[in-house]
């Protein structure tokens, strides 16, 4: 069994590039929808709430979990892993380093939450990988605009986002709720290319995993026992062909 962890239903993103990959695996996704946002909390307050989801998960059998969630990861990942040796832990990162490693031109706007971007795992990334021309944008309660389904807030962020840096060239989607807005995205900056860093996570897990099960199962746990929210994931789930089980 696979735990996978967000704030919210961001990490569905993540979860849709791992079903790519690998097939019938039994998924446990848990949304902390409850404590959502992550992204402008305290870091121990981010860690004692993500260690909960940890333990959690555990205990339903997961031997196997993969952080998606940006702040999560760049905050409590190095720490879970010395408190949990057996358990194996994948976390996202912004995928700065696909931007720098295929030596894309032009303006990198960094978009991701005050927290993911103040973490010293990812101003080390950034130090390794940025280029001259690197901006980082803290999105104030954007994750939390798009985990509300908050339309207004997300095309007033876009607008001033576009307004500001009008000659950006990538987009690097440092926190898992935005690629669900990256059609709204596209409206604003035409040509862009986007860096998700659910594909690379994706790619750790699948050299990881070699079990399977007759088929397909994802979990959904949410918090705060939200049936909306529990709905709008399902929807991002593309599920012709695979049986579903809503717990
Ligand atoms: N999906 C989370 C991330 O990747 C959202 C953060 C939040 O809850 O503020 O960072």
Known sequence: MIGILDSGI????????????LKHQHFIYYSDSKNNPYGEKPEQEIYDMVKNIVEYLIQKGCQTIVI?????????????RKEYPTIRIIAIEPALKVVKDRQYKGLTLVLATSATLKSQKFLNTYQKYKTEQTVLVPCK??????????????????QNLKKE?????????????????????????????????G?????????????????????????????????????????????????
């Open 10 to 21: 961001g990490g569905v993103t993540v979860l849709n590039h791992i079903r790519k990959l």
């Open 68 to 80: 998606a969630c940006n702040t999560a990861s760049a905050i409590c990942s190095s720490r879970l």
């Open 141 to 158: 309660g954007l994750a939390n605009d798009i985990e509300e389904n908050n339309q207004e807030k997300i095309n007033e962020f876009l």
């Open 165 to 197: 840096y009008p000659e950006t060239k990538n987009i690097v989607l440092g926190c898992t709720h935005y690629p669900l807005i990256q059609n709204r995205i596209l409206e604003y900056f035409k040509e862009v290319n986007f860096f998700d860093g």
């Open 199 to 247: 594909i690379g996570v994706s790619r750790l897990l699948q050299k990881e995993i070699q079990d399977k099960n007759q088929k397909e199962v994802i979990e959904f746990i949410d918090s705060s026992e939200s049936i909306e929210k529990q709905n709008r994931f399902y929807n991002y789930i593309n599920n012709e062909n695979k049986e579903i089980k809503k717990s």
